[in-house]
């Protein structure tokens, strides 16, 4: 079992930053995919980026060249640096876990709001 604890959600006044984190428990095996999801209200839950044990990327077409996401995997931890937000990055934020393509974990979610 893997739980997940998002933190560094907050409000923020539009071109700010912001830091999220994910603390992993439980065995993370290098075969895990980590990610960001997030999913503003009246919306569905859209990838935000992921990332691969190896430091392999992808990011959504909406928030390249804005945001980063790492890994260390030593602390089993993630991180998503937000730079450059938006009001319609406004949004909770969950960290995931792809664990054999067919099992997900989730966090409880982090709220992040960007202020026009």
């Known amino acids: 079992q893997v739980q997940l604890v998002e933190s560094g959600g907050g409000l923020v006044q539009a071109g700010g930053s912001l830091r999220l984190s994910c603390a992993a428990s439980?065995?993370?095996?290098?075969?895990?995919?980590m990610g960001w999801y997030r999913q503003a209200p009246g919306k569905r839950r859209e990838r935000v980026a992921d990332?691969?044990?190896?430091?392999?990327?992808n990011y959504a077409d909406s928030v390249k060249g804005r945001f980063t996401i790492s890994r260390d995997n030593a602390k089993n931890t993630m991180y998503l640096q937000m730079n450059s937000l938006k009001p319609e990055d406004t949004a909770v934020y969950y960290c995931?876990?792809?664990?054999?393509?067919?099992?997900?974990?989730w966090g409880q979610g982090t709220q992040v709001t960007v202020s026009s």
């Open positions: 990332i691969t044990s190896a430091g392999s990327t």
């Open positions: 439980g065995s993370i095996f290098s075969s895990d995919v």
């Open positions: 995931n876990v792809v664990r054999w393509i067919t099992t997900n974990y």
